[in-house]
């Protein structure tokens, strides 16, 4: 019965969200936001700063994409195309689980699909209070 245990608690740590990045691009502007485990990572234009952040908020915004459906996130429709003019960022999300890389079909800053909103309102809330700092 303990083995069993230990086997089971051993699946469940093998089934980690490891990174997540936003990126967001126009003509001229190149920014990346990468999160992972305690650090945010922002590179704006290739200037990259570190930055810690809490394990608090890493559990909301890992939650978050683990409520996601990684294998179908590539095909999730925009629903906005304002990126097409450049009146907004064309933006992404990538999300790094067990060594693979999921990302997400292109959309416009601000405006993700519905799938992807709980993951993107979380990313920001964080970006926003660093920001702020």
Known sequence: MNCKSKNISTDK????????????????????????????ETSLNGNSKTEEITQDNWAKISEAAEKINLEGISKLESPS????????????????KNGTEYQSSEFDAGNPP????NLYDEIKKVIETKKSK
């Open 13 to 40: 740590s093998s089934t980690v969200i490891e990174k997540i990045s936003l990126s967001e691009l126009t003509r001229g502007t190149n920014r990346i936001f990468t999160l992972t485990n305690g650090k945010l």
């Open 81 to 96: 195309t304002k990126r097409y003019s450049d009146a907004a960022f064309a933006s992404f999300i990538t999300i790094t």
């Open 114 to 117: 519905v799938e992807l909103n």
